[in-house]
Each structure stands twice: as C-alpha cells, then as structure tokens.
C-alpha cells in the first residue's frame, strides 16, 4: 500500500516562505524583524528533524502538490539523500540568522529588510530543492535560488556589486535555461515522466535509448548546474564575494553551491542510475573531469591573497570531491562524496563566519595583512583552524571521515590517478590554509596593528562561528548521522 501524503513536506516548504513574509511585514521594528527570522528558521528545523525517524527507517515520504500531466508534477518527497542537505541547511540558517544581525548591524549595512526577506527565499528555494520528488520540481526551485539570491550578491548596489550580480545571475540562468532545460524536456519525451527513480541503480531512461543520445543528456545536466562550480562555469562564484560576508557563508555552505552540486548527484543517481553510468562508462571520466577541479581550484586558491576569494576557491575545488565520490560509482566512495555535503557545510560557514568576524573587527580583508591577530581574536582564529583541518581531511574533524570514504572508494574502482588527486590535493589544502592560522597566532603584528589592541567580533557573530566549528569536530568523532544517510543512499 502507497503511504499517506505526508504534510510536514509541504510545511517544510512553506516555513521560509511565510518568514520572508513575516519579516517584511515587520520591517520597521528590527528587534521583531530578526526574531521572525529565527522562528521561521527553528520551525523550518524542527520541521525537518521530525522527518529523520521515518527516513532513517526507510519509509518514502511524499506529497504532491499537483498534477499536471501522466508522470509531470509538482511533487516532494523526503529520502536519505535529501536529509543530508536539508538537515544541514535547516540547522545552519538558524546560526547564520544571529550571525548576520551581528554583522548587519554593526556595520551598520542598508536595506536589512530586503536582505533577510531574500536570506528566507533562498532557504525556500533551497529546501524545495533537497525534497523535489523530480527533475521539473527540481528545476523550479533551483531557479528560484538563483533568482532570490542575487539581490543579496549585489547588496552594496555599486559598481562591483552590480558587475558581480549581473554574471552570477548570467551564468546560472543560462547554463539552466540552456542546457537543463532542453535536457529535461528531451527525458520525458524519452522516459514518458520526470520522477526519480526509487533507488539509484536503475535510472529512469529506457535501455531501448541510444547509448549517444544518453552521454548526451548526462554532459548537459552535469554543465547545466552550474552552481556546482565545476571549471570552465566555475568564475560567477569568486566574482559573487562582492557580497556580504553573511551573504557568501549562505552561497557557500547552505544555499546555492549546495544546491548546485546537490542537484547533480541527484540527477546523477536517480536519473541516470548507477548501473546506467557504469554500463555507459561514465564514472570514471567524470571522476577524472573534476578532479581537474579539485586540483587547479586549488592551486588557484594558494595565489589568492584576500581571504574571502582564497576560500571561494577552495569551494570550487572542494565541491568536486562530492561529484567525484558518486562518479566513481562503489558504495563507499559515494557514501564518502555525500557525506562530504554536510562536512562541507559545516567547515565552510566556520571559516566565512570568521572572515567576517576579521573584518568587523579589523576591517582586513587580506591574509598578509592578519599577522598576529589571532592573539588578538583566539576564539574566531581557534576557530579557523579546526574548520581548516576539516577542509584539508585530517582527523579529527569532519573532513577526515569524508576524505577517509573517498580514499578508500578510490582503492575499491581501482582508481590510482583519483587516488593521487586526493593525496595531491589534501596538500594543497594544507598550503592554503595553514598560513593563515599559523601566521594568524605566531605572525608578528605591524606597528600599526599592535598600538590598535584588536579584539574579538560581536558575540552575535563569535557564538555562532564557534558551535559551528565544535560541529565540524563532533561529526568527526561521531559521524553515524549523517553517514548513515550517505550509506543508505547506495547500500
């Protein structure tokens, strides 16, 4: 028997969607503005973590919200691989709430109101893409994503702001309006629905299609979200760190590039399928096309002086390691790449969250310029370095266990030269990172720096960059949570 539509799917949905509402209407009393904010944030959560007992018993939850043709709808549905992403954003826009009002307001930023009503959008889009039951839900809110975000990107409403804004949004509705949606049409003439696949072995095209015409259809859903970062369509998101601080924490780890490579290894897994891919020959190739990623991503990011576009780099690099994981198509190497999503998340925020703290409370921007400040700031540069360690893959944080995965995937495809852009890359990592902590605490200040006696950021932005840190260890020593999820998604 079919089980019952499960509301909570819909209020899921719905929760971002009236706090956007709630905090425009209340617009003029900021106190009110912010605490609607995070109401709508915790109930989304709370939402969301009621979901977990029946994901993680294996029952599908699903609602439809209507029907318009024979296998095209509107539908959602909650599985293991939606709960990774959706938990992990749910959680995160709570913090990033308090975050952001510390920021905000101490820097005295305008149209607050616009902001925190796009913030809400986006998570909107967001969730509604982790629990789209098929590609044309999928596609709706990815391109609301796309839409509510980049009035946040060109916030500063300047010259740059605007430059930014404008390729952000060229590159993301281009890529979508031409590639996947040709795509997307082309599979339901083929398939006769849109709906993903139940598990993500078989796939939803019929064998009968030509070998060709499939590789096809993959190539141009792979390119066509290309909030996944993957190079050449990679350049809007270091142009996007026009932003505010808040703003590239969101872009980074909860929002766009998530959904961005979210979306492929949905449509990977459950459109194509795995046995689909491997009979087709398409792992390994797309393994060995980001890994191009993950290692220029890298390097770029060590030649990069300001700290916000080091680390936008080191997303466009770390991204990959999530498609890489699911390209090479063996359970453990998938359930490393998935578990990566939240790992990801969690490290990513911390280290934007404390470039934002460096900022409000030095006005630095750049990594030569922080010599010494972390005696200044030990709880944001402690910080740094924990979420640091995650993004490199060393224990004992979270990043370790995923990289662990990926390692051992690689071993189990027989993959030598993925086996060395992990190695070769986690190096990288190290390169880029470690300076920044290392000089941060045993640096030597500047004249100037040492007669301005630093101090830490606001507690409105330091308590939340610190429970995310503490997060990032905790998933390293206990990481059931979310692997189960990641496990269950190829068992």
């Not at 819909?10 to 009393?29: D, F, H, N």
């Not at 890529?175 to 709906?195: E, F, N, Q, R, W």
């Not at 390209?327 to 990566?340: D, E, N, S, Y």
């Not at 470039?355 to 750049?366: L, N, R």
Request: glycine share 8%; proline share 5%.
């Amino acid at each position: 028997m079919e089980a019952p539509p499960d509301l909570r799917l819909l209020l899921a949905i719905l929760a971002p969607l009236l706090g956007a509402i709630l905090v425009m209407a209340t617009s003029k009393r900021p106190n009110l503005r912010e605490t609607c904010s995070f109401l709508a944030a915790a109930a989304l959560f709370l939402i969301v973590a009621s979901l977990i007992p029946a994901v993680r018993a294996g029952r599908g939850l699903h609602f439809t919200v209507f029907q318009l043709l024979p296998g095209l709808s509107i539908s959602l549905r909650a599985d293991a691989l939606s709960m990774i992403f959706a938990v992990a954003a749910s959680f995160l826009w709570m913090l990033t709430v308090f975050y952001s009002a510390g920021y905000m307001r101490h820097l005295e930023e305008h149209a607050q109101t616009r902001f925190s009503t796009c913030f809400a959008l986006a998570l909107f889009g967001a969730i509604g893409c982790a629990f789209s039951d098929n590609l044309l839900t999928l596609y709706l809110f990815y391109e609301i994503v796309s839409i509510t975000t980049y009035p946040l990107v060109a916030h500063h409403q300047d010259e740059e702001g605007y430059e930014g804004g404008k390729k952000y949004l060229v590159y993301l509705t281009t890529t979508a309006k031409g590639l996947i949606l040709p795509a997307m049409v082309l599979i339901y003439v083929l398939s006769g629905t849109l709906d993903f696949a139940t598990t993500a072995r078989p796939g939803i095209l019929p064998a009968s299609v030509h070998n060709g015409l499939v590789t096809l259809l993959y190539i141009c859903c792979l390119l066509g979200f290309a909030k996944n970062a993957v190079m050449p369509l990679h350049s809007w998101l270091p142009s996007a760190m026009v932003a505010p601080t808040p703003v590239s924490a969101l872009l980074h780890a909860v929002a766009v590039v998530k959904v961005g490579v979210f979306s492929t290894v949905r449509v990977m897994l459950y459109v194509f399928g795995v046995d689909s891919m491997d009979r087709l020959h398409l792992g390994l190739p797309t393994a060995y096309f980001v890994s191009l990623t993950i290692l220029i991503g890298s390097i770029v990011a060590l030649s990069k002086d300001n700290l916000k576009l080091r680390l936008a780099y080191s997303t466009v690099s770390q991204l990959s390691y999530v498609i890489l994981g699911v390209a090479l198509l063996t359970p453990t190497a998938v359930a490393g790449g998935l578990f990566h999503i939240a790992a990801h998340a969690f490290a990513k925020i911390t280290l934007f969250f404390c470039a934002g703290a460096i900022f409000v409370a030095t006005h630095k921007k750049d990594i030569s310029e922080m010599s010494g400040l972390g005696r200044a700031m030990p709880w944001t540069f402690g910080a740094f370095g924990l979420a640091s360690l995650s993004m490199i893959g060393a224990p004992p944080v979270g990043g370790f266990m995923s990289k662990l995965y990926l390692l051992v995937g690689a071993l189990d495809a027989r993959s030598l030269g993925v086996l060395g852009v992990l190695v070769a890359s986690a190096l990288l990592n190290a390169a880029y990172f470690v300076p920044v902590f290392y000089h941060g605490f045993f640096g030597e200040p500047s004249a100037e720096d040492a007669r301005h006696h630093y101090q830490e950021a606001p507690l409105a932005m330091v308590i939340p960059l610190c429970i995310t840190s503490a997060i990032s260890v905790l998933i390293g020593f206990f990481p059931d949570f979310f692997m189960q999820f990641a496990q269950a998604v190829l068992p």
